[in-house]
């Protein structure tokens, strides 16, 4: 079994910053990609960066020079730093994560799927 938590949301003024953790737990071998999302009020979903296990990252035009996008592999942990928040930043953010696991007691049987966290809401205030 395997869980995403995002933790580090929260209200901010504009031009704050936040700090957003998603951590992976469970019977895990390797997390191979780690997404980040962002569902505005009324919105789809929309994937603003990701972070692969080798370490590419790669941005959305709607976040590049703002936020950062980091990982601590030995935590199964990916960070997103927020800077220069803005009021259209508002959304409910969420970490999707393409994640290989033990399916059995010895770790000798390993399967793939990607998972979702429960999201975290940033509200930035004007």
């Known amino acids: 079994q395997v869980h995403l938590v995002e933790s580090g949301g929260g209200l901010v003024q504009a031009g704050g910053s936040l700090r957003l953790s998603c951590t992976a737990s469970?019977?895990?071998?390797?997390?191979?990609?780690m997404d980040w999302y962002s569902q505005a009020p009324g919105k789809q979903r929309e994937l603003v960066a990701r972070?692969?296990?080798?370490?590419?990252?790669n941005y959305a035009d709607s976040v590049k020079g703002r936020f950062t996008i980091s990982r601590d592999s030995a935590k199964n942990t990916v960070y997103r730093q927020m800077n220069s928040l803005k009021p259209e930043d508002t959304a409910v953010y969420f970490c999707?994560?393409?994640?290989?696991?033990?399916?059995?007691?010895?770790?000798?049987?390993?399967?793939?799927?990607?998972?979702w966290g429960q999201g975290t809401q940033v509200t930035v205030s004007s």
């Open positions: 469970g019977s895990i071998f390797k997390i191979n990609v």
């Open positions: 999707n994560a393409d994640i290989e696991y033990y399916t059995d007691t010895f770790r000798n049987l390993r399967r793939r799927a990607w998972y």
């Open positions: 972070i692969t296990e080798g370490g590419s990252i």
